[in-house]
């Protein structure tokens, strides 16, 4: 009997033991999959600048003080971001080469600089670099960064690493020798137009590489970083390079950036985003010091009133149907003058404007028109226009304008002087065109600019009220 009972226990006992083993080991694997992922997320930042080199990282001075030689230093930095979304390694990360760490590595970043002793062949082995890059990335989309003034190397590399960051895709930092001081804010300045002639031949190089390669740039700037930008649209209208472009806290002039932005001329998709604070205080300061008139990130009225459209023909936008330069009473290897530009505006009910016959490069529209000069007419719903001789193609600033949208991210600008990066904000309106869980977006009216932007433009205040909502958006909690 007691060998029966013994017999009878002993597999009960094994069972009872297997039982707990398995449970020990389902344990420790639940413990191993719930173990926190790694503090800081180590980003490539690809990079391009002109600024001079000073030890392990890059200054505030250009490259060249005179004489020029137009050329860049390239590299890559690698640079430790936060990882605020508990981002654990896996397959894209592989993809778009970031590692993790659990210490912050202090000083500059480490880089991996290409030898710069060989101006053609160093920027040759950076478009390699970027070529190889979007290959395993997996994508033909690559984030192009400008950043502001008052930003020293180091810190626009980490902005642009956040960037990259939430938009989980490559990014290229463009980084002009700025001066890491409010008090070099004139230096910037005058920096940031020389560095003009640089990004232009950026985007040039960029031009050229699409023609071997895919690529749909997504274009990124701050501040001051927004003028490189405007300023090259001349050179990049309707060659649809740039995907999408987010313009963060924009410090131009609102009304040269209309001037700039006319001559723009969008194929398939596109946006534009303006992102505004009325908590910034930089940007007043920068009104202040150019005379009191706004700046494009203070966010004052619509960013066009259509009811100026008519006044719009007189504008002539800087490119030809194919994103080449408009051939406007330019002269030829010959010698000869091609003939002047004819303006047409007409009304919605197709009658002709009063104002035909304007003037132009000395020539009235009514002359020459046996060459077939280009004709610009302004329909009722925007301005549209066609240039003959180039294929009858017509565009439409309408299709413009209902690409641009102002997001207001109050809600979001953080620190006593604002004019912050809403990186996650940018990544969420970029990857779902909505703000990140826990924030929605709601129509808004545009105010005529913060109380200090009023402050330090009384003069222009009555002209800045009243203004259509247009496409404008602010940020706000999903629970208001």
Known sequence: ???????????TFC????????????????????????????????FLTDRNRTGETFGSQRKYITHCKHDMYYGTAYVPVANK??????????KLGWTTSNTLHRGPSV???????????????????????????????????VHGADDAFEDA???????????????????????????????????????????????SDLLQFREHHPLEVIMLSHSMGNRLVVRSVPLIAGTELIKDAELISPDVDEETFKHYILGMRYGKGGTLRLYVSYRDKMLPLSQMLYGGYYRLGEGVGAIFDRSQLPALRSIVPPGGAAGKPASISASTDSGATQPPVRIEASTTDGAADPAEGT??????????????????????????????GEGGQTFDLSKLLNRIEGINFTA????????SIPFKLIGSMLATDSPPPGYKLVPAKMRSGSKLARFFSRKMRAAANGSNAGAWQAVVKADQ
């Open 1 to 11: 009997m007691l060998r029966t009972q013994s017999s009878w226990r002993r597999p």
């Open 15 to 46: 069972l009872a033991l297997a039982g707990a083993f398995f449970a020990a080991i389902s344990l420790a694997l639940s413990t191993m999959a719930v173990e926190p992922p790694d503090k800081f997320v180590v980003v490539p930042v690809y």
């Open 85 to 94: 979304e508990l981002k654990s390694k896996n397959e894209k990360f592989a």
């Open 111 to 145: 880089k991996r600089r290409i030898d710069d002793s060989n101006p053609v062949e160093s920027k040759k082995q950076f478009f390699e670099l970027i070529a190889h890059v979007l290959d395993q990335s997996g994508k033909n989309e690559l984030g192009v960064f």
């Open 157 to 203: 590399a980490s902005d642009a690493a956040q960037l990259s960051y939430y938009l989980e895709r490559p990014i290229v930092l463009y980084s002009w020798p700025s001066v890491p001081k409010m008090l070099g804010y004139m230096i910037d300045g005058g920096n940031n137009e020389y560095s003009q002639g640089h990004f232009n031949m950026f985007l």
């Open 359 to 388: 003037t132009i490069n000395g020539a009235k529209s009514g002359e020459g028109e046996s060459a077939s000069p280009p004709k610009f007419g302004l329909s009722g719903n925007g301005l549209s226009f066609t240039i003959n």
């Open 412 to 419: 979001l600008d953080t620190g006593f002087s604002g004019h």
